[in-house]
């Protein structure tokens, strides 16, 4: 999964582009909440609750299934996702209707997202460690999932948050390597007191 250091590479190109306020705000909505594209394509401004610290929910919409049939779930963000949706809204006045504009003033669509996540990766030289929007997912889940793996609430927070069912799904998106388990385990001979003769 990417690194947080891959994320911050990935907001500095963001701000490269022709529209930088906007592409922030979608790479640093992708990065805080875990959405898939779809979701992050089909919000409006009316689909979101900032609160006076930034820190706030969104409606979203997005796959439809026999428990859930609207697709409809709310998600969470904290105050420096909410930082980079309010300075986008406040700088180009976007106060209802679709959240994310193209150069048209229309709704920018999921392909559209999808190139400018792209077009980001390439700028930054990230195309090793991030494909697209799914892999900003994933490494939401992955480091989120860090934060607190002995916690079986933080963990359904996460499921809950990425909108799975069951943890299982969740759990195929928090990636651990070699370096994961060494910061966290250790040999059973470190439990024991003994001497060497």
């Not at 003033?105 to 999921?110: E, H, I, K, P, V």
């Not at 607190?148 to 069951?166: E, F, S, V, Y």
């Not at 070699?178 to 059973?188: G, K, L, T």
Request: with cysteine; proline share 4%; hydrophobic share 40%.
């Amino acid at each position: 999964a990417a690194k947080p250091e891959h994320l911050a590479r990935l907001m500095l190109a963001a701000g490269e582009s022709r529209q930088p306020l906007r592409d922030q705000a979608i790479l640093a909505f992708f990065i805080g909440t875990g959405c898939r594209r779809g979701e992050v394509a089909s919000l409006s401004v009316e689909d979101l609750t900032i609160l006076a610290d930034c820190s706030g929910t969104a409606l979203v919409t997005g796959k439809r299934t026999s428990a859930n049939q609207t697709g409809q779930r709310m998600v969470a963000f904290d105050a420096s996702t909410g930082r980079w949706l309010v300075r986008y809204m406040d700088v180009l006045l976007v106060d209802a209707g679709p959240l994310w504009i193209n150069d048209d003033g229309d709704r920018l669509q999921a392909p559209g997202i999808y190139y400018l996540v792209k077009s980001a990766i390439a700028r930054a030289g990230l195309d090793e460690h991030i494909q697209g929007p799914h892999d900003l997912r994933r490494a939401f889940a992955t480091i989120v999932g860090k934060m607190h793996p002995d916690n079986p609430m933080w963990a359904d927070m996460i499921r809950r948050q990425l909108g799975h069912k069951h943890y299982s799904q969740t759990a195929d998106y928090i990636l651990t390597d070699a370096d994961d388990i060494r910061d966290n385990i250790s040999s059973p001979l470190a439990l024991v007191r003994y001497t060497t003769k």
